[in-house]
């Protein structure tokens, strides 16, 4: 009898811990920023010729940083209820392309322009299609016609490269890594546009970067050090980022641009829109963003050609 119950238990307890084995364990910082980065690098394979229209609106109001705040919890909310004066706006539609350079540490983002302010521009074509898909010998001097115009309709220039939808992607390139430190943060909406395309699903983690290293990764108009934080919304389970923040900032410069990704039809999430403030100091001109993406499609593009990188 002492036997049968000793086998009884052997086996109860051989049985509660395969169950235990079997039950999923607990997600862990390591495990979720690794899936993050294996689908960073996916989206790096499948957007870089991604061509879409964006719709782009520009304002610059007169204000003083103190006005809408400093640091992690500032909100796009702050700037409209501020009593601020404007100094110049435009409404810009443009035909854009994305593009990774082999030999290149960011992401650069062409725009042809063919509307602002209701105006056409140019007859609208498939000039950028055109040019990056089947490049021929004219293709630099076409290159360079559309960054003159694409200066030309801009209110102001503060951080030439933070103004990329996958800008924020970069933080967990392995190139990267090690510039930034991470962490899993509880502030899930804090900061946000609160508007239902920007609410968080739930479960989603939340990881927050710091740089950690100099020199920075961004730079300002004056070539000067942006050293950057922010957070990155991911789905756990897969990996996929479905909102973006980085705020790049010293003593003379505030930047911070939001973007959220969505379904496009594509085998990743596709950014839909982008939210950019930026500011040159106390009491200057603040320049507040924000650009929609539609009309997403995917090429296979030659950026062996592309200048000014």
Known sequence: MRTLLALVAMLAALAAADSSARAPQPDTLDAVAGRATAYVESVGRRLAGMIAEEDYQQEIRTSSMTDIGVGRERSFDNISRQQSRPEGMNHIRSDVVMVRPHDADAWLIFRDIFDVDSRPVHQRSDRLATLFVKPTASSVAGIQAIVAETAAAD??????????????????????QGQFKIKKSGNATGG????????????????????????????????????????????????????????????????????????AGLDVLAPREMREEYQGGPDTATSTRVAAYTTIRSFTVDDSFVIGR
Request: proline content about 9%; charged content about 20%.
């Open 155 to 176: 209110l102001g220039e503060y951080v030439a490269t933070l103004g990329v939808p996958t800008r924020a992607l970069a933080v967990l390139e392995p190139a990267h």
């Open 192 to 263: 946000l546009p609160r508007v239902p395309e920007f609410a968080v699903p739930k479960g989603t983690w939340v990881i927050q970067f710091d740089e950690a290293r100099t020199p920075a990764l961004l730079h300002g108009s004056d070539g000067k050090d942006l050293p950057a934080h922010g957070r990155l919304w991911v789905e756990p389970s897969t990996g996929r980022i479905v909102f973006t923040e980085i705020v790049a900032e010293n003593r003379n410069v505030h930047a911070r641009v939001v973007v959220r990704y969505a379904d």
